[in-house]
C-alpha cells in the first residue's frame, strides 16, 4: 500500500482515522492524501467559479484540512497533498481516491451527521460496499 486517502471531517473518528493513515503511511513509506467532502456547493456552483476565478476554488481555506496537516507535520509524517472535495461524501471520496490512484481509504467509522448515518447509512458503510479499492474503517 504506496498511496493512502485518508477522508476527515474534524469529528473524533475523523481523527482516529488521521492517526491511523498517518502510521500506516509512516510504516510503509507511502504517499498520503487528506481529503474533506464539503456538500455547501454543488459540483455545477464549483466549476462555475472556477471558469469565472481560475483557481479560485483551490484557494479557498478549509480549517479541517488546515489542522489535519499540522498534525501530521507535529507527529513527522509524510508530505501530505491535501484537497477539499465538493459534493457529495461518497461520490467526492471515490473521485479523490481514483484521482490519487489510491491503494487503500481510510474512514473514521461516523462523522458529525450520526443522527442522519443511523437513518441513511454511513459515508463508511456506503464506501466499504462500493469502492474499488481497501476501505479500513478506523473504529
Known sequence: MRRILVATDGSSDGDRALDFAVALTRDAGGA???VNVSDELS???VKALDQIESGLVDDMDNDVLERAKKYIEAQGGP???ARVV???PVAGILEAAAAHAADLIVVGRRGR???AGLILGSV???LAGVSPCPVVIVP
Open 32 to 34: 498520503l492524501m487528506v
Open 43 to 45: 459540483q455545477e456552483d
Open 79 to 81: 508530505a501530505v497533498d
Open 86 to 88: 465538493y459534493g457529495q
Open 113 to 115: 451527521g450520526q443522527l
Open 124 to 126: 463508511s458503510q456506503k
